[in-house]
């Protein structure tokens, strides 16, 4: 199918639709410069020996670097409560850097478009797996953070004198951080693979399944429980697309599976919106 006939199928049930749910993912801050974790973008993948621009002891470095990881890295090797206890500061040198990036970074047009959304439609909800806050920056409401924020941190041992995370958007006068509560290690405010996406994340999500349309929006679709979200929206009556430049798992699955950038797409689809073309009434398919 040509991705002109797909956008207007994916305009047609948009216009239809009063309930909508997006599911987004890397790909969608792709052309903010953010790179993904996987598939096409992930090329700039971080690798400690390029990309730090923090100076370390030269002892942690050469253990950081020489050790436990080697080479370049990948989220599944960084993002775990077990990577974090053996090399604190590997993983805090991680998420500076991509925090130095996200902050030079701007929204671009398919946040901007889904910000859009979230006023265009009765219901809108916006569940991201970014850890980016993009979204929010581009004025998004109703954003569910699946896997927590870049610019929160939190105690690493959960100390009973701090809260469970708080903001934190300035750059770092060093690393790692510490708990203003404890003195201990403070850690990101991000959901790590093994650990549990926040219950209020979850039942907000959970919650937004029932809609007319659910879209997934440059997720690889392979990190659950996110990866689930659109297929039990399908289950639940909703009409499903994908957009994503590259197949995944979940493009089978879904009424339509949109082969474009995301920028691209929403913005073409917001196009037609916005003209105003009178609802189709053979609508979903
Ligand atoms: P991934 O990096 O796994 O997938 C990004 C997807 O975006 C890929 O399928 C690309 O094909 C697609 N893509 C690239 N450029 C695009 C564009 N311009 N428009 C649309 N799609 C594009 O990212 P996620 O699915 O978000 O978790 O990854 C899920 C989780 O894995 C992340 O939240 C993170 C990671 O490890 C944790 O850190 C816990």
Not at 7 to 17: G, M, N, V
Not at 73 to 87: G, N, V, Y
Not at 268 to 282: A, C, F
């Amino acid at each position: 199918m040509a991705a002109e006939d797909g956008i207007r199928r994916l305009a047609a049930a948009l216009r239809e639709a009063q309930r909508v749910t997006v599911v987004t993912g890397a790909g969608v801050s792709a052309a903010s410069g953010i790179p993904t974790f996987r598939g096409s973008g992930s090329d700039q993948l971080w690798s400690p020996s390029q990309n730090s621009s923090y100076r370390w002891p030269a002892a942690s470095v050469a253990y950081s670097r020489g050790s436990a990881f080697g080479g370049r890295l990948r989220p599944e090797e960084l993002a775990t409560p077990e990577a974090f206890a053996r090399d604190p500061n590997l993983v805090w040198e991680w998420y500076a850097w991509r925090r130095d990036l996200v902050a030079r970074a701007r929204p671009n047009r398919a946040h901007e478009v889904l910000a859009a959304w979230s006023r265009r439609f009765p219901r809108f909800t916006l569940v991201t797996q970014n850890v980016d806050g993009l979204h929010e920056r581009a004025g998004t409401e109703n954003v569910v953070r699946f896997h927590g924020s870049l610019w929160e941190l939190a105690c690493a041992s959960r100390c009973a004198g701090s809260p469970p995370a708080w903001p934190h958007e300035e750059p770092f006068d060093e690393l790692p951080p510490r708990c203003p509560s404890c003195g201990g290690l403070a850690r990101p405010g991000v959901v790590w693979f093994g650990e549990m996406i926040p219950l209020e994340a979850l039942a907000r999500a959970r919650a937004a399944l029932d809609c007319d349309v659910c879209i997934a929006v440059g997720t690889s679709a392979v990190v659950y429980p996110a990866a689930a979200l659109v297929a039990e929206a399908a289950e639940r009556g909703a009409w499903t697309a994908e957009i994503n430049p590259e197949a995944t798992p979940a493009s089978a699955a879904v009424d339509l599976a949109l082969a474009c950038p995301a920028e691209q797409a929403l913005e073409d689809v917001e196009k037609l919106l916005s003209e105003g073309h009178p609802p189709r009434r053979s609508g979903l398919s």
